[in-house]
Structure formats: C-alpha cells, structure tokens
C-alpha cells in the first residue's frame, strides 16, 4: 500500500530558492504549495492542513518570527523547521521559544534539509501516550500544555514531547542520543543545541519544589521527583 503524500507549506521570497527547494521536495516525493509572504503563509494554514511548514525568516511583509508566533497561536501543530540567516544563538533560541521545531542557518546543504524534514515528519507521525501525571505535574496528551497543580502551561510541540519522554521513564538517565531519537525523530546528531534549549525551557516552565530536571554530566538528563521535607 502506497502512503500518503505529504504536503509541505514553503515559505520563502527568495523565488530562485523556492523553486529549486520545491523541485527537489517534489522530486522526493512530497507535495508543496509554496509562498512568499507571511500573509499569504497565514492565509494558507487558515484554509487547509500541512504537514510541515518551512519558514524562512527574513519575509518581505513580516518577520517570520511573527508568522511562526501566529501560527501556534492559532494552535496549527504541524512541525516547523525555520530558515534563517540569523546565526546568531538568541535569534535561533527565540525561535524554539516560540514552537519551532528545528532550524538551519542558510547557506545549507539540500540533504541536510530533506534529512532534518523526514526527521520532522516522522516525530510528529509517532504514536500518542496516554495523560501523564507525577508531582503535581498533569501532561495532556493531545494538547500542547502541562498542568501544574492546576494551573495551565502552555508549551511548544517539542516541549510537550520531550516532557513526555521524561514522565515516562522518571528517575531514569536518558541520553542525548535517545532525546534526538525519540523526540526530534533524528537517527544521527544534527551538531546543534536542540536538546540543551528545550531542556532550559522547560526548565523555566515547570521547574519546582516537587520535581526538578538533573543534569547527569555527560550523558543526559532524568526527571527527579524531590524527597519532601
């Protein structure tokens, strides 16, 4: 049985890009529907679903910060991998703050982003875990929020699975290789922070008296619960 194609929504003004970036995806098998603005990227996610976005940042209209902000906002899930000739480390940082999934700084190699988007795909195609529940915390599993001790937190898709990965296996040590694997649906190391961000994110977001995220030095992190007083 065939599956069924994927359609990635390109964001990108760059026109000679955009097209050699779709004739490539197109010829690995996905469907693109291609833009060049942040508003019509906005209209087109109002109207139909995706199953990726690829967004570049550096819009004629508006920033693509801005697109990626409005499209979470909307609670459109779909993974996000941004473009960005901003290499600077707050600006990529922001962007995952933000719900992005990945990013990669331009100029890039078109196997590495055919490769960084199946990763995508194939994360967010990953069974769903039932409600998670441990120290207060409550994790939906079908929505992009923790609860904790009754009070809603939002959180970015990437976020919401990696806490999900740590509730599922509290206490135990879970290596950087693994969190690649089984959160960002990555099989090799993309050579960048990804997990160290996400984990400090979360960290802001749930961090507490009843349970904390260690650091286990050189290996990886695990969900601790604290012993009470």
């Not at 801005?66 to 991998?81: H, N």
């Not at 009070?151 to 950087?176: C, F, K, T």
Request: overall charge neutral.
């Amino acid at each position: 049985m065939v599956g069924a194609v994927m359609g990635l929504l390109l964001v990108e003004d760059n026109a000679r890009l955009s097209a050699s970036l779709s004739r490539g995806l197109v010829e690995d098998g996905f469907a693109i529907d291609a833009v060049a603005t942040g508003s019509e990227a906005l209209a087109r996610l109002g109207q139909r679903d995706v199953d990726a976005l690829i967004l570049d940042l550096g819009l004629p209209d508006m920033d693509g910060i801005d697109v990626l902000g409005a499209a979470r906002a909307l609670r459109i899930l779909a993974p996000v991998l941004v473009l960005t000739a901003r290499d600077a480390v707050e600006s990529r940082v922001h962007a995952l703050e933000l719900g992005a999934d990945d990013y990669l700084v331009k100029p890039f190699a078109y196997a590495e982003l055919l490769a960084r988007i199946r990763a995508l795909l194939r994360r967010a195609a990953a069974p769903r875990w039932a409600p998670l529940a441990c120290d207060g915390l409550a994790l939906a599993a079908d929505e992009p929020v923790v609860t904790i001790h009754g009070r809603a937190v939002p959180l970015s898709p990437r976020e919401h699975a990696l806490l999900a990965l740590l509730m599922r296996r509290r206490g135990e040590v879970i290596g950087r290789p693994e969190i690649l694997r089984e959160v960002f649906g990555y099989d090799f190391d993309p050579g960048t922070n990804l997990v160290d961000v996400h984990v400090a994110n979360l960290r802001r977001k749930v961090g507490g008296e009843a349970t904390r995220i260690e650091t286990v030095r050189g290996v990886g992190y695990r969900l601790r619960s604290r012993p009470p007083p």
